[in-house]
């Protein structure tokens, strides 16, 4: 009976052990948001992925220190856009990754025609409350930064690999969307709109390039997208 003591303990423990083996990365593990007071949604984007072997629920939580009271901050998860009176992630909200998936995990400003500067801490939490990562932020308002310097500097295609649809950063003045495949051929194109979703589910694995191209039909910026 001795003997089998620490066998029945062990099996006891083994479901808590297994279940508090939560792994992921940060992509990058800090951000900074520089933009001119104007704007009105300026955003950094952290890749989040479930590295484990198992699937895992994540939540967040969401800190500024400092900056002018009118500034507005707010997350976009796997799941939706919160109000910026949402400090955390809600509880009947989580993000489920399962083994190797990965996930946007958005800070989104928009500081109110006003100037300043800010920290930020973005913290990354299990389902038992643990914050498994921390990505720290600097924010920088300023009005000698030119609005389409923000823009071009900090624009990007997410997810990048997809599988089914991609997004664009806030990017002042983006008006169409067109995909071309490695060969030239135009695949698709859109209308451009702030967090629309472009699907391109039906679309052939492959490299393609997302052309963006403001109003006045001059090409902003080139990107290639990797379709899975």
């Known amino acids: 009976m001795k003997r089998l003591l620490p066998i029945l303990a062990g099996l006891l423990l083994l479901p808590v052990l297994m279940k508090a083996q939560v792994s992921i990365t940060v992509d990058p593990g800090s951000f900074v948001i520089t933009g001119h007071p104007s704007q009105t ?22 800190r500024m ?9 707010w997350i976009c998860d796997k799941n939706l856009c919160f109000d910026p009176g949402v400090n955390s992630c809600p509880a009947n ?8 998936e990965s996930f946007d ?20 939490i299990d389902d038992q409350g643990n914050v ?4 720290a932020g600097e924010i920088n308002i300023s009005s000698t930064t030119s609005v389409k310097e923000a823009g071009d500097s900090r624009l990007t295609v997410f997810p990048n690999p997809t599988q089914d649809f991609f997004q664009v950063s806030d990017t002042p003045g983006l ?37 963006l191209i403001a109003s006045s039909g001059k090409v902003i910026k080139t990107v290639r997208l990797s379709k899975r």
């Open 93 to 100: 909200k989580p993000n489920q990754l399962n083994p190797g």
């Open 41 to 62: 949604d300026i955003a950094a984007h952290i890749l989040v992925t479930n590295t484990a072997s198992s699937p895992v629920n994540l939540f967040w939580s969401k």
């Open 175 to 211: 008006r169409y969307i067109e995909v071309f495949n490695i060969v030239g051929n135009k695949t698709k194109s859109f209308d451009a709109a702030p967090q629309r979703q472009y699907f391109v589910g039906e679309l052939p694995e492959g490299i393609y390039l997302v052309r």
């Open 132 to 135: 498994i990562a921390t990505v």
């Open 105 to 124: 995990l958005q800070v989104h400003m928009n500081p109110g025609n006003t100037e300043g500067s800010a920290t930020y801490d973005l913290n990354v």
């Open 65 to 73: 220190n400092g900056g002018p009271a009118n500034w507005l901050s």
